[in-house]
């Protein structure tokens, strides 16, 4: 019944749709002349009013069916229509409970698309004229194209994004690359070592230019190659250079060993850029003199050619290497005096002694008596004599030494190689004996000048320090 009633509706819509054709126009037809009216009978009367009640009755009939039909049909067409709305409805909460969250969030990538499939969803959802339309129209399937299309869309973004992080991150590894290379390549290298280091560089590039990911490219590390290529540098400059030692300067402090020194300290180097802050320059000898107290040259006892470093007392307590080459006179020491002193005795003394004596003697008996008679005489001479004489001197002067040098070589002294002899014996003659006497002579503040060789490059640092400087002798 209700499908009748439905295609019944359908054909009014259609017919109601349906344009009226128009009428041809007809030619005026020519005037007729109306016959006289007859007077009817009053049988026909009534007949005619019968005819015309039945079709009274007859159309009252057909509007009473019209109005029933017409509202069954508009309450057919409004149950239909509130069941099409209700599953619309329903249709919608569907669609809405797929569609939901970033997908659909326009503040998000890749939701174009996803909206565009929501929205002709809704459209045909709200364009659909039955249920039966309704029920065909899969949301789900919908919501999984637009879930696939949001999907790869954000996989596009990522992989996109990600590939402007890596090629970003190449670019960031190339500069690096360049940067530690050029560092390198601006140094004088040898060809062996200049070769090296580009083929380096070339390979570690190729290697970034073929990275597939981020943590490759990370894991390229150029320092290794570039500490390799550095100590080929160090070690080719360090054996370049004239003689057995070297200075080796690193952060202001400036050393000098020797070239197998040099390389073990840079041996024990694991960072290049560490390694770079150190410089190697050639040992260019220079003598100096300097004026220092006694006690500040090791008492100066000191030969020609010893090893020395020469101490600045100041709070590095830097020391330079250097040799000893000469002790000469004591600054003061610009004059001699001399004092002499002399004394003379002589005695004589002389002596004599004579002496005289002389005796006699008689005897007699005349009588028999015995009579005798003597006598004796002596005479003794002494004589002495002495005398003695002494004499003494002294005097002392003082003799200007450059006085006499200046007078030695314009030749104004007689004998001048003997007053050098005299001289030579002076002086720092007086320093050996100090060290095979074990007795000091000079006092410890004694200025004394002596010649020192050192490495140009302390010259500065030892002019600079010349009160606060001491000469320690190396111990070998």
């Known amino acids: 019944m209700s499908e009748d009633i439905e295609a019944k509706i359908r054909r009014l819509r259609e017919l109601g749709k349906a344009s009226p054709e128009p009428e041809t126009p007809k030619a005026p037809a020519p005037p007729i002349k109306k016959r006289p009216k007859k007077p009817r009978p009053l049988g026909s009367i009534r007949e005619r009013e019968r005819r015309k009640r039945i079709l009274i009755g007859a159309a009252i009939v057909i509007v009473v069916l019209i109005i029933v039909s017409v509202g069954a049909y508009f309450y057919m067409q409004n149950r239909a ?6 599953a619309k409805t329903q249709k919608l909460n569907e669609v809405y409970a797929y569609f939901k969250g970033d997908i659909v969030n326009q503040s998000r990538e890749c939701t174009q698309k996803p909206i565009e499939i929501r929205n002709s969803l809704i459209n045909v959802i709200n364009a659909a004229q039955s249920v039966d339309e309704l029920n065909s129209i899969d949301v789900k399937m919908a919501y999984e194209q637009a879930l696939n299309e949001y999907n790869s869309c954000i996989q596009r973004v990522e992989r ?21 290379f050029q560092a390198l390549l601006a140094m004088p290298l040898p060809d062996n070592i200049r070769v090296k280091a580009i083929g380096f560089m070339k390979s570690l590039k190729t290697q970034v230019e073929s990275a597939e990911t981020v943590e490759q490219v990370d894991s390229i590390d150029p320092s290794p190659y570039l500490l390799e ?15 057995q030692e070297v ?12 070239k197998a020194d040099a390389k ?4 024990g180097i694991m960072d290049y850029r560490e390694l770079m802050k150190y410089r190697i320059e050639k040992v260019e000898w220079v003598e100096m003199s300097l004026v220092l107290p006694k006690k500040n040259i090791d008492g100066a006892f000191l030969s020609p050619g010893d090893r020395i470093k020469l101490v600045i007392q100041d709070k590095n307590a830097t020391m330079v290497d250097g ?20 004394s003379q005795s002589s005695s004589a003394s002389s002596s004599s002694s004579t002496t005289y004596s002389e005796s006699h003697s008689s005897s007699a008996s005349p009588g028999g008596a015995s009579i005798s008679d003597s006598s004796s005489a002596s005479d003794s001479f002494t004589n002495s004599q002495s005398a003695s004489q002494s004499s003494s ?19 104004k002294i007689q004998d001048s190689e003997e007053v050098m002899q005299q001289l030579n014996a002076y002086g720092w003659k007086v320093l050996d004996l100090e060290k095979s006497t074990a007795l000091q002579t000079m006092p410890p503040d004694t200025q004394l000048l002596v010649i020192v060789k050192v490495p140009s490059i302390f010259v500065p640092d030892v002019l600079a320090n010349q009160n606060s400087l001491y000469i320690a002798r ?3």
Do not use: C
Request: charged share 20%; glycine share 6%.
């Open 81 to 86: 229509a509130e069941q099409l709305a209700n």
């Open 160 to 180: 996109l994004r990600y590939e402007t992080v890596l090629n970003q991150t190449k670019a960031e590894k190339m500069q690096d690359i360049e940067t530690g």
């Open 229 to 243: 290529l550095w100590r080929d540098y160090y070690y080719y400059r360090i054996e370049a250079l004239p003689g």
């Open 247 to 258: 200075i080796l300067e690193h952060d202001g402090s400036r050393e000098m060993v020797t």
């Open 264 to 267: 073990a300290v840079l041996a």
């Open 323 to 342: 040799y000893f080459e000469l002790a000469l006179l004591p600054v003061q020491s610009g004059s001699i005096s001399v004092s002499e002193s002399q």
């Open 393 to 411: 001197g002294s005097y002392s002067y003082n003799v200007n030494l450059a006085e006499i040098l200046k007078a030695i070589a314009a030749g």
């Open 474 to 476: 190396v111990s070998t």
